[in-house]
C-alpha cells in the first residue's frame, strides 16, 4: 500500500502539517502535531480504523484515496530494496546502486 496522506491534503489545499492538525481538530480527532508530522512525513506502520475514519471525515476523501494498492512491480521493487537494506546491515558490504534503479550485491570472498 502506498500512503497517500499528502496528495490528499495538497488537494484540499493543506500544505503543512500544523494546518493538517487543524483540519482534524475541526472534526473531533485531536492527534499530537508530533503524530501529525509523523503520518505525514510518511507512510506509518499502523493506523487505528477509528483515526482513518476521522482523517477521512476532515479531508472529505475515502480510506481508497488515502491508501493507494501498488502493482505488483512495484511490491517486487520494493520487497528487493528491503532485502538489500537487510544484507547490508547484516554487514554483507555495500550495495552498489546501478543507474537503471537496480542493485547488485557485494558479497564478500569466501
Not at 482523517?55 to 480510506?63: F, H, K, S
Request: charged share 20%.
Amino acid at each position: 500500500m502506498k500512503w497517500n496522506l499528502r496528495m490528499v491534503a495538497a488537494q484540499r489545499d493543506i500544505w503543512r502539517p500544523v494546518q493538517l492538525l487543524a483540519a482534524f481538530n475541526e472534526v473531533g480527532f485531536t492527534p499530537s502535531l508530533s503524530k501529525v508530522a509523523a503520518m505525514w512525513g510518511g507512510q506509518p506502520v499502523t493506523v487505528r480504523l477509528d483515526d482513518l475514519d476521522k482523517i477521512c471525515a476532515a479531508l472529505d476523501c475515502t480510506v481508497a484515496d488515502l491508501m493507494l494498492a501498488e502493482t505488483a512491480g512495484h511490491l517486487a521493487q520494493r520487497d528487493d530494496a528491503s532485502r538489500q537494506v537487510v544484507v547490508a546491515q547484516a554487514g554483507a558490504g555495500p550495495v552498489p546502486r546501478t543507474s537503471g534503479g537496480g542493485a547488485r550485491r557485494s558479497l564478500p570472498p569466501n
